[in-house]
C-alpha cells in the first residue's frame, strides 16, 4: 500500500516483488560486505574452486597468507599446488574429485620467497538442487603462530624431561661415584690418625699419596660433571659453520695422539650447517680421540656426512676394539665404563657430552659396533636449527 492524492493504493504484485527483490539484494550486498570486511579483520582467506581444483575467486586475506602480490593472480592456480606435502596435495585433490568435504586439514604452505606457513584449510562442495554440484568453497586460516607455539612447548617438555633425568644422573654420581673416592680419603685419614706418630715413614707417605690422588680423581669427575651440565647453560648461538673446518679444528686439537699413535684421519666432503661451532668441535674431538684410545693397531678414523632434505647424518668410523652389542646404549651414561682406568685413562663422560652436545642441536646420536671389529658412531643435526643464546662451550673431556 502507497499513499497518493486519492488516498491508499495498492501496488500491482509485480512492483511489490520488485521491490521486495531489490531490499533482499541490497541486504544480500550489506551482508557480503561484512563478512569480507570480517575475514580480512580476521586474516581468514576464502575461495571458491572447481572440481579439479582451480581457484576461480579468492579474498585478499588469502593472497597475503599465500605470499602472492594479489588475489586476481590466484585465478586459475590450483589450490592443491600451494601445500607442501605431496600426500596432502592428494588428499585435497581427491575430496574435490568425489565432492566431499573436507574439514581441519593442517598443512605447510611454501611461499614464493621461500618461507613455510602453517595453515588449516576447510573446503566444502555448493550444490544447487537444480544443476547439482556448482562448486566448492572453502576457508583458510594462518594457524603459524599456533604450530610455533605447540613446538616450543614440545621443546621445553623435552627439556623438562632431560632435565629430569640429569637430576636422577646427578643424584646417582653424587651417592656413587664421587662417594667412592671420598670413602677412600676418609678411609686413609683414619689410618693416619689411628697410627699417629709411630705410623712408619712409608706408610704414612703412602697413605698421603693415596688420598691425594683421590682428591684429584673427585676433582676431575666434579670438573666434568660441569661441563656436561654447561652444554645447556653456556652454549653458543647458532651460526652457520663449515663442518669440514671444524673437523680440521679438533684433529688439530688431538695432534700429539695422532702423532704418538701414528693414526690416520680422513673426511669427506662436508656440509655448512647452523651449529655451536665449538660444541662441535669438542663433539668430533671426543669421538675422535675415543677412537685413538680405544685402538687394537695403528688407528684409522673415517668421517662422513649423508645429507637429506631436512637433516644431515654424519659418522666416525674406526678400526679399534668395538663394543658388546649390550653396551651400545650404556657407553652414552654419564661415567660409564666398560674397562679400567688402568687399562684405558678417563672418567668415562666423553659419549655422555657428545650426546648431550646432538640433543642440544635437535638430533639424536648412537652407535654401531662388534667387539673387535671397530666402531662407527653416527649423528644427526637438523638442517633448520632454532637459535640458542648462551656463552662458552664446555672442556673438552675424554
Same mark, same amino acid.
Given at each position: 500500500?502507497?499513499?497518493?492524492?486519492?488516498?491508499?493504493? *495498492?501496488?500491482?504484485?509485480?512492483?511489490?516483488?520488485?521491490?521486495?527483490?531489490? /531490499?533482499?539484494?541490497? +541486504?544480500? $550486498?550489506?551482508?557480503?560486505?561484512?563478512?569480507?570486511?570480517? !575475514?580480512?579483520?580476521?586474516?581468514?582467506?576464502?575461495?571458491?574452486?572447481?572440481?579439479?581444483?582451480?581457484?576461480? @575467486?579468492?579474498?585478499?586475506?588469502?593472497?597475503?597468507?599465500?605470499?602472492?602480490?594479489?588475489?586476481?593472480?590466484?585465478?586459475?592456480?590450483?589450490?592443491? *599446488?600451494?601445500?607442501?606435502?605431496?600426500?596432502?596435495?592428494?588428499?585435497?585433490?581427491?575430496?574435490? #574429485?568425489?565432492?566431499?568435504?573436507?574439514?581441519?586439514?593442517?598443512?605447510?604452505?611454501?611461499?614464493?620467497?621461500?618461507?613455510?606457513?602453517?595453515?588449516?584449510?576447510?573446503?566444502?562442495?555448493?550444490?544447487?538442487?537444480?544443476?547439482?554440484?556448482?562448486?566448492?568453497? %572453502?576457508?583458510?586460516?594462518?594457524?603459524?603462530?599456533?604450530?610455533? /607455539?605447540?613446538?616450543?612447548?614440545?621443546?621445553?617438555?623435552?627439556?623438562?624431561?632431560? #632435565?629430569?633425568?640429569?637430576?636422577?644422573?646427578? @643424584?646417582?654420581?653424587?651417592?656413587?661415584?664421587?662417594?667412592?673416592?671420598?670413602?677412600?680419603?676418609?678411609?686413609?685419614?683414619?689410618?693416619?690418625?689411628?697410627?699417629?706418630?709411630? /705410623?712408619?715413614?712409608?706408610?704414612?707417605? $703412602?697413605?698421603?699419596?693415596?688420598?691425594?690422588?683421590?682428591?684429584?680423581?673427585?676433582?676431575?669427575?666434579?670438573?666434568?660433571?660441569?661441563?656436561?651440565?654447561?652444554?645447556?647453560?653456556?652454549?653458543?648461538?647458532?651460526?652457520?659453520?663449515?663442518? @669440514?673446518?671444524?673437523?680440521?679444528?679438533?684433529? @688439530?686439537?688431538?695432534?700429539?695422539?695422532?702423532?704418538? !699413535? %701414528? +693414526?690416520?684421519?680422513?673426511?669427506?666432503?662436508?656440509?655448512?650447517?647452523?651449529?655451536?661451532?665449538?660444541?662441535?668441535?669438542?663433539?668430533?674431538?671426543?669421538?675422535?680421540?675415543?677412537?685413538?684410545?680405544?685402538?687394537? *693397531?695403528?688407528?684409522?678414523? $673415517?668421517?662422513?656426512?649423508?645429507?637429506?632434505?631436512?637433516?644431515?647424518?654424519?659418522?666416525?668410523?674406526?678400526?679399534?676394539?668395538?663394543?658388546?652389542?649390550? =653396551?651400545?646404549?650404556?657407553?652414552?651414561?654419564?661415567?660409564?665404563?666398560?674397562?679400567?682406568?688402568?687399562?684405558?685413562? %678417563?672418567?668415562?663422560?666423553?659419549? /655422555?657430552?657428545?650426546? $648431550?652436545?646432538?640433543?642440544? =642441536?635437535?638430533?639424536?646420536?648412537?652407535?654401531?659396533?662388534?667387539?673387535?671389529?671397530?666402531?662407527?658412531?653416527?649423528? !644427526?643435526?637438523?638442517?633448520?636449527?632454532?637459535?640458542?643464546?648462551? %656463552?662458552?662451550?664446555?672442556?673438552?673431556?675424554?
Amino acid at each position: 500500500m502507497v499513499k497518493g492524492s486519492a488516498g491508499y493504493v *495498492e501496488l500491482p504484485a509485480a512492483v511489490r516483488r520488485v521491490i521486495e527483490r531489490t /531490499a533482499e539484494q541490497r +541486504a544480500s $550486498r550489506e551482508g557480503l560486505a561484512l563478512f569480507q570486511r570480517l !575475514t580480512e579483520e580476521l586474516a581468514l582467506g576464502t575461495f571458491s574452486a572447481v572440481a579439479d581444483g582451480r581457484l576461480t @575467486a579468492a579474498n585478499h586475506a588469502l593472497a597475503n597468507l599465500l605470499g602472492v602480490e594479489s588475489e586476481e593472480a590466484l585465478i586459475g592456480r590450483n589450490i592443491a *599446488e600451494f601445500l607442501s606435502d605431496a600426500a596432502l596435495q592428494a588428499q585435497v585433490l581427491a575430496s574435490l #574429485s568425489r565432492g566431499r568435504t573436507l574439514r581441519d586439514l593442517e598443512a605447510g604452505v611454501r611461499r614464493p620467497d621461500g618461507g613455510l606457513a602453517w595453515v588449516r584449510m576447510a573446503l566444502w562442495p555448493v550444490v544447487d538442487p537444480a544443476q547439482g554440484l556448482v562448486r566448492f568453497e %572453502g576457508a583458510v586460516e594462518d594457524i603459524t603462530g599456533h604450530r610455533k /607455539a605447540e613446538r616450543e612447548l614440545s621443546e621445553r617438555a623435552a627439556a623438562l624431561g632431560r #632435565s629430569n633425568v640429569d637430576l636422577q644422573q646427578f @643424584a646417582y654420581v653424587i651417592s656413587h661415584d664421587l662417594q667412592e673416592p671420598l670413602q677412600l680419603i676418609s678411609r686413609y685419614a683414619r689410618l693416619l690418625a689411628s697410627n699417629g706418630a709411630g /705410623a712408619a715413614g712409608g706408610d704414612s707417605k $703412602r697413605y698421603v699419596t693415596n688420598m691425594v690422588q683421590c682428591a684429584d680423581r673427585m676433582q676431575v669427575m666434579i670438573n666434568d660433571v660441569l661441563a656436561y651440565s654447561r652444554v645447556d647453560t653456556q652454549g653458543r648461538p647458532f651460526q652457520s659453520v663449515d663442518l @669440514a673446518e671444524v673437523v680440521q679444528q679438533a684433529i @688439530a686439537n688431538l695432534k700429539a695422539a695422532i702423532d704418538e !699413535t %701414528g +693414526a690416520q684421519v680422513s673426511w669427506d666432503l662436508l656440509p655448512v650447517l647452523a651449529v655451536d661451532g665449538a660444541q662441535m668441535v669438542q663433539l668430533f674431538q671426543n669421538l675422535i680421540g675415543n677412537a685413538l684410545k680405544f685402538r687394537r *693397531e695403528r688407528p684409522a678414523v $673415517r668421517i662422513y656426512a649423508v645429507e637429506d632434505a631436512d637433516r644431515v647424518t654424519f659418522a666416525v668410523a674406526d678400526n679399534g676394539i668395538g663394543i658388546s652389542p649390550e =653396551h651400545l646404549e650404556r657407553v652414552f651414561g654419564m661415567f660409564q665404563r666398560l674397562h679400567t682406568a688402568a687399562e684405558y685413562p %678417563g672418567t668415562g663422560i666423553g659419549l /655422555a657430552i657428545c650426546k $648431550r652436545i646432538v640433543e642440544r =642441536h635437535g638430533g639424536r646420536i648412537w652407535a654401531v659396533s662388534e667387539v673387535g671389529r671397530g666402531s662407527t658412531f653416527c649423528f !644427526t643435526i637438523p638442517r633448520v636449527l632454532k637459535p640458542v643464546s648462551g %656463552g662458552v662451550a664446555p672442556e673438552t673431556k675424554g
